[in-house]
């Protein structure tokens, strides 16, 4: 049973609304688990992910693998939820009240929250048209969730003409426009106070790849990766951000194995500023003395250090 003190902490903590991407499930499923049992969170799918995990599933990578324990966890958050109709204003609140204490609340992309049509996307929404040199190493190609085809070359890849010209104004992933217009709709659609909304939710996109970063922030639509995510959700929380500790999803043992992060490097740690102390030269255990200006020595072969022997009789000839 939880207490009053407990259930009134519990209330008083802050609710973060966050929107995976199917890059960020696939590539930090342990961290999600993670967050989802020990934060109040709001996780927000959008049919994109889902679509594009269904596709990547399909295999016996290390990447499918992690797609088929997203969609486990996917499937059993949201099946936690059923019994409840939540919109994004109450969804924690009135759980809390219901005696659901701890839980993450993962919603689903309805086709109502699809979003606008694209072209009033590009018109309203869009803040600046990215570049080539906008995108790290001048790489416009989108193939972050479908890795594991053999050849590299998933479908949306980008050309290779678009690599030469950095000012050059790349071509946007067909597919990406679902995951924008549905970050458009949460952030920016259902915000709007013209709607009688009394109170704005700051959604946060989280994916791990870059140039759907690129894209997403032309819209004005901030992104982390896991570890941004991570000290986002530790910072809401009054928690001070230092060392990070990430979790790999072990498929053996169906297991969470936690990994310390330090940016400090090895000599920084092992105090790698301090001066070092001149090591003192090791005995041979002959003590040598000059005896004239000729270079003869004398040796004290009673200080010697002789190798152990077995025992036995010396063998003579």
């Known amino acids: 049973m939880i207490d009053n003190k407990e259930r009134n902490d519990y209330l008083q903590r802050p609710v973060v609304h966050l929107i995976l991407d199917p890059s960020a499930l696939v590539r930090g499923i342990g961290n999600i688990k993670k967050w989802a049992s020990d934060y109040s969170l709001v996780l927000f799918i959008p049919f994109y992910t889902l679509h594009e995990l269904d596709y990547i599933k399909r295999g016996v990578s290390l990447l499918a693998t992690n797609a088929r324990e997203s969609i486990k966890f996917i499937d059993l958050k949201s099946s936690m939820d059923d019994d409840f109709q939540f919109s994004d204003d109450d969804t924690t609140n009135d759980k809390k009240n219901k005696g659901s204490y701890g839980e993450t609340t993962v919603l689903i992309e309805t086709p109502d929250e699809s979003g606008p049509a694209w072209h009033n996307c590009i018109k309203k929404y869009r803040v600046r048209q990215p570049l080539v040199k906008d995108f790290p190493n001048n790489k416009t190609s989108f193939d972050s969730t479908r890795t594991i085809k053999s050849d590299g070359q998933g479908p949306g890849q980008g050309k290779g003409h678009n690599e030469i010209n950095p000012n050059a104004k790349p071509e946007m992933p067909v597919r990406l426009r679902y995951l924008i ?137």
């Open 181 to 317: 217009r549905s970050c458009i709709q949460k952030q920016y659609v259902e915000n709007d106070n013209s709607n009688g909304k009394t109170t704005n939710i700051d959604w946060k996109v989280v994916t791990e790849d870059s140039v759907t970063k690129v894209w997403l922030n032309s819209f004005g639509i901030d992104c982390f990766h896991i570890n941004e995510a991570e000290n986002y959700i530790l910072s809401k929380n009054g928690v001070c951000v230092g060392k990070t500790e990430k979790l790999l999803y072990v498929p053996a043992s169906s297991s969470l194995v936690p990994t310390k992060i330090d940016s400090k490097t090895d000599s920084e740690g092992n105090g790698g500023n301090k001066k070092r102390k001149n090591r003192k030269p090791k005995k041979t255990g002959v003590d040598k003395t000059q005896l004239n200006n000729m270079g003869v020595q004398r040796e004290k072969f009673d200080t010697m250090i002789y190798a152990n022997r077995g025992s036995g009789e010396l063998w003579t000839p």
